[in-house]
T-cell receptor, first 114, second 110 residues
Framework: EAGVAQSPRYKIIEKRQSVAFWCNPISGHATLYWYQQILGQGPKLLIQFQNNGVVDDSQLPKDRFSAERLKGVDSTLKIQPAKLEDSAVYLC????????????FGNGTRLTVT | QKEVEQDPGPLSVPEGAIVSLNCTYSNSAFQYFMWYRQYSRKGPELLMYTYSSGNKEDGRFTAQVDKSSKYISLFIRDSQPSDSATYLCAVTDSWGKLQFGAGTQVVVTP
């Protein structure tokens, strides 16, 4: 089974620029998550989708972050404008719909904002 | 106060030793307990998953949950250099919302 695919692997931008990350989940996984992992910390949930709909975006900084999941498959996460504190690894994960179904993570996009 | 507390380490052990990792959590509503392993520059991967208090064993790995103390542990027997990674504990409530600890970095030296 192919894993969760993310691109790009690395991105360096200047503050106030915009950036977008892409995720392709495991086939058949209706639930998709975006996590932010700052160096030395555990992953923090930004947004959870089930199919096309948003289940939880309570920790998404909506003034600068946006995410979409068109057609219930691929997803993009955008930051505009970026701040220095957005430097982190952005992890995408997917799972089956069943509650507490294990999450499968991609290898993340490492963002550096200078 | 964070909902899940975990000592960040690093924890350095010689090859063959037992690795002991711990987490505490604050909310008694948490029902499911997991350990994820994260290699450098990789995403976390699920290692162990348990629901009830007690021990669960899988090969060299044993997960232990004490709900009365809100304490979860992971033990790695006969540690190998390939076990060098960051170990993240995670808990969820009945809605499935995952809360991660900060992770403990483990280094197993040959």
């Amino acid at each position: 089974e192919a894993g969760v695919a993310q691109s790009p692997r690395y991105k360096i931008i200047e503050k106030r620029q915009s950036v977008a990350f892409w995720c392709n989940p495991i086939s058949g996984h209706a639930t998709l998550y975006w996590y932010q992992q700052i160096l030395g910390q555990g992953p923090k949930l930004l947004i959870q989708f089930q199919n096309n709909g948003v289940v939880d975006d309570s920790q998404l900084p909506k003034d600068r972050f946006s995410a979409e999941r068109l057609k219930g498959v691929d997803s993009t996460l955008k930051i505009q404008p970026a701040k220095l504190e957005d430097s982190a690894v952005y992890l995408c994960a997917s799972s089956l719909v069943r509650v507490n179904s294990p999450l499968h993570f991609g290898n993340g996009t490492r963002l550096t904002v200078t | 106060q964070k909902e899940v507390e975990q000592d960040p380490g690093p924890l350095s052990v010689p090859e063959g030793a037992i690795v002991s990792l711990n987490c505490t959590y604050s909310n008694s509503a948490f029902q499911y307990f997991m350990w994820y392993r994260q290699y450098s520059r990789k995403g976390p991967e699920l290692l162990m998953y348990t629901y009830s208090s007690g021990n669960k064993e899988d090969g060299r790995f044993t997960a232990q949950v004490d709900k009365s103390s809100k304490y979860i542990s992971l033990f790695i027997r006969d540690s190998q250099p390939s076990d060098s990674a960051t170990y993240l504990c995670a808990v969820t409530d009945s809605w499935g919302k995952l809360q991660f600890g900060a992770g403990t970095q483990v280094v197993v030296t040959p």
